[in-house]
């Protein structure tokens, strides 16, 4: 039920000069209840990829995790998704749905409440924006990059809900974290472990705003991204 950006995963792919990066995710779409399914990345192409898996959902990883497997004794629909991104934050998603056995139908469902339809007002965030200007270091070409693909995201999550299919929050604040660390992996090593004393205040001061939807998430990420 989502499709975004969680970067457990940091995969290197030979390109084409001017390539443009592409996702593409193979393996099966149906399964029994017990069967081992494993989805694969081949066929895809870009510098950087990351897997969202559905919450909660145990996977397995290998060949440098360009696959995963994971495997449900209950029926359900799992939908992951696989983002590319080349090495000037041009990204490419797709997603995969995997149905277990028979899915049980429910029109009660009630909607999820981080639709986009009811969001809840972010609250100040300069303060926010100067934390990241003061903490960051000295490193523009970093800086640029994490700033685009946290735009990125955040420009991903709104096409998700405008389509009606908004990730969790727990799966959004996911994909920031993952596309900062997928950012922060694409550069040389020195410069990664620099930026670990921008991250720790940042991180704490999320925390302070606990922003409860996709709406309030996207404009606390936005304030971090401004101070770049």
Known sequence: MFRTFAFVVLSLIPTLLFAQPKAAISGPAVGNPGDLIVLTSAGSVGDNMVWVIPEKLQVLTCDAQSQIGFASGTPGVFVFQLIVADKNADIDWIKHTVTIGT?????????????PDDPTPAPDLD??????KRYAPIDAPTASLIKNFINQTTANLAALCAAGQCPTMPSAMDAYQRTIANALGSRPRGSQSNWMLW????????????????DALSAVMTAVAKGL
């Open 199 to 214: 991250r720790a205040p940042i991180e704490a001061r999320i925390q302070e705003y606990n922003p409860q939807t996709i």
């Open 127 to 132: 303060e926010l924006t100067e934390l990241s």
């Open 103 to 115: 899915a049980p139908d429910d029109p009660t469902d009630p909607t999820d409440p981080t639709d």
